[in-house]
């Protein structure tokens, strides 16, 4: 199961960046916004363990400025993403070794919201002239993103 719908994924990039998606794209997208919320995990596993703890809390996160200033402008989308569907996400990927404090467990569909933002303000930054988002574009949103998230 996606982190994210078609139907809300496609209200949020229409919001977000003024894109239209296509339902055989939403996959690719859900994918990348997939693999960064592990990775942003994955980080803040190790910054925990740095710090001596054995649960990952918010301010483990890299998160950047960017990402805060987006985190922020998903918010105010006002679409929301059921963090249900982001618990259940977490389940089909390997463990992580510590748990995830509960203040962040409660903070993930906003991470992930800033995600989907974050790619599609990127895919529109790729080509600003064109609203249907297409595989080429996607894909060098995720190289973007692997560079810089």
Known sequence: ???IGYTKLEALFRKAASLDLDKGHAKEITDIVEKKLVDLLLAGERNANLNGRD?????DLPITKGLQETIIAFKKLEEA???QDVLNYLTTIPPLKYPLDAELEAKLPEITGALLVVLARIIKEID???RRVNHEIIEKAERISDLTL
């Open 1 to 3: 199961m996606a982190i």
């Open 55 to 59: 649960v990952i809390w918010e301010g």
């Open 81 to 83: 993403i059921d963090i």
């Open 128 to 130: 600003t002239e064109k």
